[in-house]
């Protein structure tokens, strides 16, 4: 049965919630005024009230000075605090940093910088995800006088592509509890999810010869490829093959001669599986396990080529094809 009939009032509140939450402008750093500042009474702000209603009908009714002292006392502190409540936010920077990429699965953390251009301390301020379908995880912190301090929330984004940061919520109820005061902000950033890697990929495949070079190409059961000889005193400690030389006992070196004339491709069409989001599980796993080695590879998916190299800005940008692609 449709969500709409089974619960009209909350198809209704997050309709609006939506329909609301479009209205507000998309921006990286937000200042908080008047205008994006929200204040209501919190349940102990409604029994204070409450409270305070039957604690006037008594003095009035048994004409008691000191119940009229005690009504008015206890509802000038909450009015004070309902301003001091609202100040806290009000006037407080709020700065989004740059989010870095993320693998499909992992939390992805958002860093947020508050800014305080007042010389009183802010405190008792939280900051979260704002998130219909799941609890808001809040993060709690005082913000120093004319000072900033960063606070890092965090979200699970479950499929991998670029996604927009969602909705995020500022809120205090400093100094009494008595009254809520938030804000929702909605950053224009968006963050790029890596599809998630295969957990016990298999090694990676031969590679294949250079153009001209000629010959077939062979590899090891652990994806390391065929051109080893004897160590040679002098040989770079990089050279060394510690994977082979810990079984046998015999220090190896990788032939360079030899890795010169062929080179490591990974190809979406030699994964060896049907699934379109397992081959680029698969594919995400391998260029891990060859920037791990060391190795030059290339990438071949969806009809883009990528020309065999090696490095974090290599491996960075064939994890970003394949979160796109």
């Known amino acids: 049965m449709d969500a709409a009939v089974l619960n009209p009032f909350g198809f209704a509140r997050k309709r609006f919630r939506q329909w609301w939450q479009a209205r507000l402008p998309l921006t990286d750093n937000v200042t908080l005024t008047q205008r994006n500042v929200y204040i209501l009474p919190t349940r102990p702000g409604f029994m204070l009230g409450a409270?305070?209603?039957?604690?006037?009908?008594?003095?009035?009714?048994?004409?008691?000075?000191?119940?009229?002292?005690?009504?008015?006392?206890?509802?000038?502190?909450?009015?004070?605090?309902?301003?001091?409540?609202?100040?806290?936010?009000?006037?407080?920077?709020?700065?989004?940093?740059?989010?870095?990429p993320q693998?499909?699965?992992?939390?992805?953390?958002?860093?947020?910088?508050l800014s305080n251009a007042r010389n009183k301390v802010r405190h008792g301020i939280g900051l979260a995800v704002l998130d219909a379908t799941h609890e808001d995880h809040w993060a709690w912190t005082d913000v120093p006088a004319q000072g900033t301090c960063t606070v890092q929330v965090a979200f699970r984004p479950q499929r991998r592509g670029l996604h927009r940061i969602p909705p995020l919520t500022a809120?205090?109820?400093?100094?009494?509890?008595?009254?809520?005061?938030?804000?929702?902000?909605?950053?224009?950033?968006?963050?790029?999810?890596?599809?998630?890697?295969?957990?016990?990929?298999?090694?990676?495949?031969?590679?294949?010869?250079?153009?001209?070079?000629?010959?077939?190409a062979r590899a090891q059961s652990t994806g390391e490829f065929e051109g080893v000889r004897a160590y040679r005193r002098g040989d770079p400690l990089k050279l060394v093959v510690w994977k082979k030389a810990a079984k046998s006992d015999e220090l190896v070196s990788?032939?360079?001669?030899?890795?010169?004339?062929?080179?490591?491709?990974?190809?979406?069409?030699?994964?060896?599986?049907?699934?379109?989001?397992?081959?680029?599980?698969?594919?995400?796993?391998?260029?891990?396990?060859?920037?791990k080695l060391g190795q030059d590879f290339g990438l071949r998916v969806q009809g883009q080529e990528i020309k065999p190299a090696s490095g974090e800005a290599h491996k960075r940008r064939c994890l970003e094809v394949l979160a796109l692609c």
């Open 51 to 100: 409270t305070l209603v039957v604690l006037l009908v008594g003095s009035i009714n048994y004409q008691l000075n000191l119940g009229y002292l005690l009504t008015f006392l206890l509802a000038g502190s909450a009015v004070v605090g309902m301003h001091v409540c609202h100040a806290t936010l009000r006037g407080l920077t709020m700065n989004l940093l740059p989010p870095p």
């Open 103 to 113: 693998f499909a699965g992992a939390s992805a953390t958002l860093s947020v910088v």
């Open 171 to 216: 809120e205090t109820r400093f100094p009494l509890g008595t009254f809520r005061v938030w804000t929702v902000w909605r950053p224009a950033a968006q963050v790029l999810v890596y599809p998630a890697p295969e957990l016990h990929p298999p090694p990676l495949p031969p590679g294949e010869p250079r153009a001209g070079g000629g010959g077939a």
């Open 254 to 291: 990788r032939d360079t001669m030899q890795s010169q004339r062929y080179e490591l491709w990974l190809d979406a069409a030699q994964t060896g599986t049907g699934d379109p989001e397992g081959r680029l599980s698969r594919l995400a796993a391998r260029v891990l396990q060859a920037d």
